[in-house]
RNA sequence: GGACCCGUAGCUCAGUUGGUUAGAGCGCUUCCUUGACAUGGAAGAGGUCACAAGUUCAAGUCUUGUCGGGUCCACCA
């Protein structure tokens, strides 16, 4: 019946197939008392993120375990949604707005969110619609969105429950801060990258005789202007007797203690450093310890400010460099150094960020951290691969306070509000009268929650907390997450956290890191370096399965990927394809869907059976140990070398055999489930056109490993092994002779024992079409021939005669040559054998092993030098 | 300054708890368009497992050090 074309079309599969599932909601779970729950929540790429390699790697990987759990009997629930990603959207939305020339306080906060949401009604489904087109099985009809209502109420509900324990804090302190979002970021928003940049040294006058000074160096001239002291360490014997001085600040002429304090190292720069407690995390602790002004000389835009005296309204680079220009007139600058340092970024723009000094809302983390920590330690969580442990859990024993406040509108509101009393109130909707005050005028706090802040709730507020509710009961703790190591921090860490705080458990059991997706030079692909590949070009390319296949194949520690890597999955696609088609056409209807394998004497259809099962077992042990490139070997080695290029090879001639019909068939059919995870959309078309579509393979039963290990036959596998081997050797004498392909060759065989008889009595006819040779003639020795190659497989041994081939001293050569090595291997062996101290400290299964070996090698001597005597 | 990872064939990587003569894909060489597939088939070349020392009967695999590459964390101004 097929009319399979000669090219599997995987553009017009993958549609057709994309949209039947997802017409069908064949994804979509629901709970099932009885059946065992499998979830897992996809990392929510940004609201505002177009699809790149790292998605599409994460989610084939999450794919793939979604697929083989459900193909298992599981009820699966892969939760998808998107983030609203704070920041990144609100820059996306001011960009517009900037084309017309206006801001966001040009429009004010209403009409600012209304662009906001349109933008992502517009918008926001970009990213998911890609995500289908790689074929995630996600659960569709579930997809969520961080600022959902319900979703929204979660992340309300935590902030007032932390609140009330007192989890929840505002505080004046040193925070990044990103002068072009304008807003606040967490310590892990801000990405240090290494700067060249340089130290300066300059010199401050002491107050009472101004020729002499002491010199301090900086980083950041232009803080300077914030200076209230100058410390140096109290053990630094260079500035004794300076402590009760005071200092001139150059340009402003301010008055400047002196201080002693231990955080000074003597040996950095003078060892006398300015302090600047409103630009400084360390001089904010000097700051406050000594009892200093905090003097903010900054804007938040980034500009001086009128503290900053003549400098005020200056960009703080432009004033860096003007600062050190009055300096150098000044004659105060006494020189200038090259010093890398690491210097903060904003990791949404890449703008330089200040430390600044602000009222921001803190989540204190110690306490949160606790369980999260021991979850990670005693194994209730496992990382995988098992490195990652330990960055996970350094992190959390050096917790820092999380900065949760963002200045920013495009977010969840905090909610908390102010009447005219010091203790504000936090309240899920607006409050009428102040418990405290009676005050019934509140305005709420401007500013929204960091993104993460909801974030972290994923795992159960997709699920409806903190409504009770049957969804959360069953589908909640998830089974395993997929993540890139990028995110331990913002997310998988949270997530922990509060997955105990507000679920009393762990939010999943195993946390799947994969590498990050590199070009070919190793250099991260990134759309600024240009070197990015575009998933949905390679899909339109190659293929959706080809690419899922070939970043798997791929996937070692980091990836290094380039176009043509896309080529392997591509052509592996193309080769099931085809093998289907040959099956296919060769086998009638009746024979195509027997339930298992038949009973056969074929010993190519035995081995096959039994290649598929150990294959079988291997995929299976390798996926529930997250080695997907591991198990997508183990298949492509199958399918490709045994199935293809050995069974049907062998088989194609024989298909008026009904029993190869089935077996072919079914192992093609058992193949497909086993790919199926893998390569969904060209599984899921062959199923299709062998089963004439009773149900998506989709939705089909993986193949039991465990009942059909039965089928296994260890004897046929052996027996086979000889065969191929036999072929191989063949083969290489006509290829080296050059003999063309379409001519025959005679060939005598030669064994001891029946069993190697009846292999090649039985299997004459494989032999003669796999190797071309005229007959198969077996006898008890091997004739003696002058002009001829000969060689030995196993025990059997053959003889192809070659009139004026052959240079007969050359053959014997090779074959003493590998009497040679054998010979060297056997004397290793012996050596090994002989010693006392190998024979009483190896386990005895390992000196079995040896003399085994010991013994084939004899044998093979023994047997290549009889060869060696019909060469004459 | 701390922590982690990597160095195996020309390239990209496997190599599970130490155990024969170390594997795959791509690339390369030679041959082959016989109706499943040239996105294919057959045969082949190519490695003193970065280096050094140590542990062991036995090291690509374990330990230490050196060199080279990468990543993350950290308030040295």
């Known amino acids: ?365 110690k306490p949160l951290a606790e369980p999260a920590l021991k979850a990670v330690v005693d194994g209730t969580i496992k990382f995988h691969p098992d490195r990652w442990t330990k960055v996970y859990t350094n992190w959390m024993e050096n917790i820092q306070d999380w900065c949760i406040s963002r200045q920013i509108w495009w977010g969840h509101r905090i909610p908390i509000w102010y009447c005219d009393c010091p203790k504000p109130i936090a309240s899920r909707t607006a409050p009428t009268k102040c418990p405290n005050c009676g005050g019934t005028k509140f305005t709420q706090d401007e500013d929204v929650l960091d993104t993460w802040f909801s974030s972290w709730l994923w795992p159960f507020a997709t699920f409806g907390w903190p409504k009770d509710n049957a969804d959360l009961k069953f589908f909640y703790p998830t089974n395993s997450l997929f993540t890139a190591s990028e995110i331990i921090f913002f997310w998988v860490s949270r997530m922990v956290m509060a997955g105990y705080e507000f679920m009393g458990e762990a939010p999943f059991k195993d946390v799947y890191i994969h590498g990050t997706v590199r070009d070919a030079k190793g250099r991260k692909m990134s759309k600024s370096l240009g070197n990015a590949l575009d998933p949905l070009e390679i899909i339109n390319e190659y293929g959706a399965d080809a690419l899922r296949f070939s970043l798997i194949m791929n996937s070692g520690q980091d990836l290094f990927i380039s176009k043509e890597k896309f080529e392997g999955g591509r052509n592996f696609a193309n080769k099931i394809w085809n093998a289907s088609r040959l099956v296919l056409l060769n086998t009638k209807p009746e024979n195509k869907n027997i339930p298992q394998p038949p009973v056969t004497n074929d010993l190519a259809s035995q081995w096959i059976v039994s290649e598929f099962y150990l294959t079988l077992a291997k995929v299976m042990n390798a996926i529930d140990d997250y080695r997907f490139s591991e198990a997508e070997n183990a298949i492509y080695d199958f399918f490709w070398k045994n199935y293809c290029d050995w069974y049907l090879e062998i088989s194609k001639n024989k298909f008026s055999d009904e029993k190869i019909q089935q077996t072919a068939c079914f192992i093609l059919k058992e193949s497909l489930r086993m790919m199926h995870p893998f390569m969904p959309f060209v599984t899921e078309e062959l199923w299709q056109n062998i089963t004439e579509g009773e149900k998506p393979l989709s939705l089909e039963n993986w193949p039991s490993a465990k009942t059909n290990i039965k089928f296994v036959n260890p004897d046929a596998v052996k027996q086979m092994e000889t065969l191929i081997n036999l072929v191989s050797a063949i083969r290489n004498v006509r290829s080296q002779f050059n003999i063309k392909p379409q001519e025959s060759i005679e060939c005598h065989f030669s064994a001891n024992d029946t069993q190697s008889k009846n292999l090649l009595n039985s299997n004459a006819e494989a032999l003669q079409a796999l190797v071309k040779i005229k007959d198969v003639q077996v006898h008890d020795s091997l004739p003696a021939m002058k002009d001829a190659v000969a060689g030995v497989v196993d025990s059997i041994k053959f003889i192809v005669p070659l009139s004026g081939l052959v240079d007969l001293a050359k053959e014997k050569e090779k074959m003493r040559q590998e009497i040679t090595l054998a010979e060297k291997s056997i004397a290793g062996i012996s050596q090994r054998l002989s010693n006392e101290a190998f024979t009483s400290k190896a386990p005895a299964e390992i000196i079995e092993k040896e003399q085994a070996t010991l013994t084939q090698r004899q044998q093979r001597i023994k047997e290549l030098e009889e060869v060696l005597e019909n060469l004459n």
């Not at 939760?79 to 959207?89: L, R, S, W």
């Not at 505002?170 to 928003?189: F, H, M, V, Y």
């Not at 020729?211 to 053990?235: Q, S, W, Y």
């Not at 990791?347 to 009222?359: A, Q």
């Open 1 to 365: 019946m097929s009319e399979l074309p000669p090219r599997f079309n995987f553009t017009e599969v993958e549609a057709k197939w994309g949209k039947t599932w997802e017409d069908n909601q064949i994804f979509h779970a629901t709970p099932k008392p009885g059946k065992k729950p499998y979830s897992i929540v996809i990392p929510p790429p940004n609201v505002t993120g177009i699809l790149h390699m790292g998605h599409a790697l994460n989610n084939t990987l999450q794919d793939i375990m979604i697929r083989y759990k459900r193909m298992n009997g599981f009820e699966t629930c892969w939760m998808a949604g998107t983030d609203h990603a704070g920041i990144a959207t609100q820059n996306v939305v001011e960009k517009q707005l900037a084309k017309e020339g206006k801001t966001r306080y040009d429009i004010g906060r209403d009409e600012m969110l209304k662009r906001l949401w349109s933008w992502k009604e517009q918008y926001g489904g970009t990213i998911i619609n890609q995500l289908k087109k790689i074929g995630s099985s996600c659960d569709w009809p579930r997809t969520r969105f961080t600022m959902d209502d319900g979703y929204s109420d979660a992340v309300q509900e935590v902030f007032i429950r932390l609140y009330e324990k007192d989890l929840i804090y505002r505080g004046k302190r040193i925070i990044n801060w990103c002068p072009r979002c304008q807003t606040a970021l967490s310590d892990e928003e801000a990405e240090h990258k290494e700067t060249q940049g340089n130290l300066y040294y300059i010199k401050y006058p002491f107050k009472d005789d101004l020729n002499k000074f002491i010199t301090v160096a900086t980083t950041r001239p232009e803080t300077m202007l914030g200076d209230v002291a100058v410390a140096v360490n109290p053990n630094d014997e260079r500035y004794k007797g300076t402590l009760d001085k005071k200092l001139i600040l150059p340009i402003l002429n301010r008055e400047l203690r002196i201080i002693k304090d231990e955080l000074i190292d003597p040996a950095f720069g003078t060892g006398a450093v300015k302090v600047t407690p409103a630009h400084d995390p360390n001089d904010f602790v000097m700051g406050t310890r000594h009892k200093l002004d905090f003097i903010n000389i900054m804007n938040p835009d980034g500009t001086l400010n009128e503290e900053a005296g003549r400098f005020a309204k200056m960009d703080r680079f432009k004033a860096r460099a003007a600062v050190i220009e009055e300096l150098k007139n000044l004659e105060l600058l006494e020189k200038i150094e090259p010093h890398t340092h690491a210097v903060g970024h904003c990791y949404r723009c890449n703008t330089v960020v200040e430390p600044y000094l602000s009222w921001q809302w803190f989540v204190k983390m």
